[in-house]
Nanobody, 124 residues
């Protein structure tokens, strides 16, 4: 079992930056690949980014490539999502999720554990 807690979401103006954090108390956190997904009202949950358990391999949705950066600090059991140049279309609840290392990234069904989400609102 991996319990995930997201933080860092808030309301900002377009063009601003935010850094989301996802923390776990379980030591097993370091053995999981980690992903970020988001869900806007009335829309399906969509993949945002993923990072491998060793922090070497990353993956991004086309809509955030070049603006968002995922990273992890295994010593702190934390994964981050640095979001720059935010646009109103980034408004959503952001969730972090953990997947076994052998599972394919970007597929929601690859992820076993999910956080409760943190709200990001971007106004124009």
């Amino acid at each position: 079992q991996v319990h995930l807690v997201e933080s860092g979401g808030r309301s900002v103006q377009a063009g601003a930056s935010l850094r989301l954090s996802c923390t776990s108390a379980e030591r097993s956190f370091r053995y999981f690949g980690m992903g970020w997904f988001r869900q806007a009202p009335g829309k399906e949950r969509e993949f945002v980014s993923d990072i491998s358990e060793d922090g070497i391999t990353t993956d991004y949705a086309r809509s955030v490539m070049g603006r968002f950066t995922i990273s992890r600090d295994s010593a702190k059991n934390t994964v981050y999502l640095q979001m720059n140049n935010l646009v109103p279309e980034d408004t959503a609840t952001y969730y972090c999720a953990a997947r076994p290392s052998e599972k394919t990234t970007a597929r929601a069904d690859s992820y076993m554990y999910w956080g409760q989400g943190t709200q990001v609102t971007v106004s124009s």
